[in-house]
């Protein structure tokens, strides 16, 4: 039996009737590397032979009584793997918009507390005789990291797999702690609390600058004046001689931050990397950098054709993981935020370039000037039952709407360059899918995997129904900086 951090119970807390906790992907299989039938059978059988590498499969929740203190994982008594990976398949001519369609449906129903906190799917149906996998499991349970660490788990280098593990021990589960027992627990944990605040509210008062530049970021101050990039010319005129305002405590509104509802939209795309890297070899950037600017016309676009393009920079919270060289191979959640501008106020794509160049160096500046541990204490702190409690709260009084810091949240996971196998199945694309929350709901995350940047873009259906345009446009301005690039003398 194991408590949760204060960080992975959040993701717990904030689950309300339309917010839901849970992240995860739709990996596009090739059934014909398998050597047999890829059947609902032969997928359960392949998971099933890797659950001892994934212990988390098996765990399932055990709340403290009254919500009093950070639940509890335990091996479930009664785990029944059928449950958990399911089957259907989609009506001809089984298109992308079909596959979308239905993997939102599934993304905004939630996971059942009572079982093991994930869920797959065997979709057929697709074109070319390929198969696609959904996955979800709860973000109380895994983060970027950890979650890569699951998936190399259950994915080969060959379709032949990899040899089973010699005589593995048969598995028992743990029957749940009684009540009393968790509330002995729950003020165990009580007494020892005022020492940890303390050292907490230390690390506050010393973080406290920190803190407050990364919500109030003065760029047009610290950065007079914006030089070009290599092999790209920045433009230096604009009302006020500056191409990005300073970061604001609270993002510009956008049709997308607003209360969002239980229903979803989901849209993917894919952009070669070599395209990518060719921008960063012209312009000495990072491939982060050339993603987010590319997010950032994106955006643009999709806010001019509504007719609500802010005429300051948007913000983007990008996670970074703070998991360090002992908490490698551990689950749960090692993650922190970072904001930055998103320079979608900027009408050129080298300008967008040159104006996430230094808003991404700023941003990690702010960031790691902050304790990174920071969040994950303050969340030691926060009671089950009154987080919960906070986050129906803020919904209600629409507070994230009204004071959000940022606008979306965009994420980039770098992922394997070589090809995989899921039970003999070649993998040909995995797209993520995460979560979105009252006053965010739009969220970008970009998986890299064989030469491609896979994106999943995740949305509240009624404040983006038209989700699948402001995926394309990721394409659309993609190809207008390789233009740039390529107008440029040599």
């Known amino acids: 039996m194991k408590q949760l951090s204060g960080l992975d119970s959040q993701f717990l ?70 449950f958990h990976v399911r ?61 890569g660490d699951i998936l190399s788990a259950l994915l080969d280098l060959t379709p032949e797999g990899r040899p089973e593990p010699e005589s593995p021990e048969p598995y028992v589960g743990e029957q749940p702690p009684s009540s009393l027992t968790l509330l002995a627990r729950s003020l165990q944990s009580a007494l020892a609390q005022p020492g940890q605040a303390f050292q907490v509210a230390a690390d506050l008062i010393r973080s406290s600058p920190a803190i407050a530049g990364a919500l109030r970021v003065p760029l047009a101050q610290l950065l007079p004046d914006l030089p070009g990039l290599p092999g790209l010319s920045g433009r230096h005129d604009g009302e006020d001689g ?29 952009l070669p990397l070599s395209e990518v890297k060719s921008i960063r070899a012209v312009t000495g950037l990072t491939v982060n950098d050339v993603v987010m600017a590319v997010c950032a016309g994106a955006l643009r676009r999709w806010l001019l054709d509504h ?17 360090t060289e002992s908490q490698q191979g551990e689950l749960g959640n090692q993650i922190s935020m970072m904001l930055a501008g998103l320079p979608t106020h900027l009408d050129s794509a080298a300008d967008r370039l040159a104006a996430v160049h ?29 987080a919960n409690q906070a986050w129906r709260l803020s919904a209600r009084l629409r507070l994230f709407e009204r004071v959000s810091p940022y606008n979306l949240i965009i994420s980039n996971v770098p992922g394997p360059q070589v090809p995989l196998y899921l039970g003999g199945a070649k993998l040909v694309a995995y797209y993520p899918v995460s979560a979105i929350t009252d006053g965010q709901g739009l969220n970008i995350t970009v998986m890299s995997y064989c030469g491609t940047m896979y994106f999943g873009l995740v949305a509240c259906r009624e404040l983006m129904p038209d989700l699948d345009v402001l995926a394309g446009y990721l394409r659309t301005d993609l190809d207008e900086m390789l233009a740039a690039i390529s107008a440029t003398p040599a």
Request: hydrophobic fraction near 45%.
């Open 13 to 82: 807390a904030m689950e309300t009737r339309s917010v839901f906790g849970h992240v995860g992907s739709v990996c596009i299989l090739d059934p014909h590397t398998a050597g047999e039938e890829f059947t609902l059978d032969h997928l359960t059988d392949a998971i099933a032979e890797r659950l001892p590498l994934v212990p988390l499969f098996r765990r399932r929740l055990v709340e403290v009584p009254l919500g009093l203190d950070k639940a509890y994982w335990i091996d479930d008594p009664d785990f029944d793997i059928e």
């Open 87 to 147: 089957e259907l398949a989609l009506p001809k001519p089984g298109s992308d918009r079909q596959l979308s369609e239905q993997v939102a449906r599934l993304h905004a129903r939630p996971l059942d507390r009572r079982r093991p906190l994930w869920e797959l799917y065997l979709i057929s149906g697709l074109p070319r005789g390929m198969v696609a996998i959904y996955n979800k499991i709860h973000h109380a349970a895994v983060d970027g990291v950890s979650g």
């Open 307 to 323: 007719d609500a393009l802010p005429p300051s920079a948007l913000i983007a919270a990008v996670p970074v993981s703070v998991r």
């Open 242 to 270: 500056l191409l990005l305002p300073g970061v604001r405590s609270r993002a510009p509104r956008t049709p997308f931050n607003a209360n969002i509802t239980a229903h979803r939209r989901w849209a993917f795309t894919d």
């Open 358 to 386: 230094l808003a991404m160096g700023v941003a990690k500046e702010q960031h790691d000037a902050i304790p990174a541990s920071l969040l994950a204490d303050v969340s030691e702190f926060a009671m089950p039952v009154l």
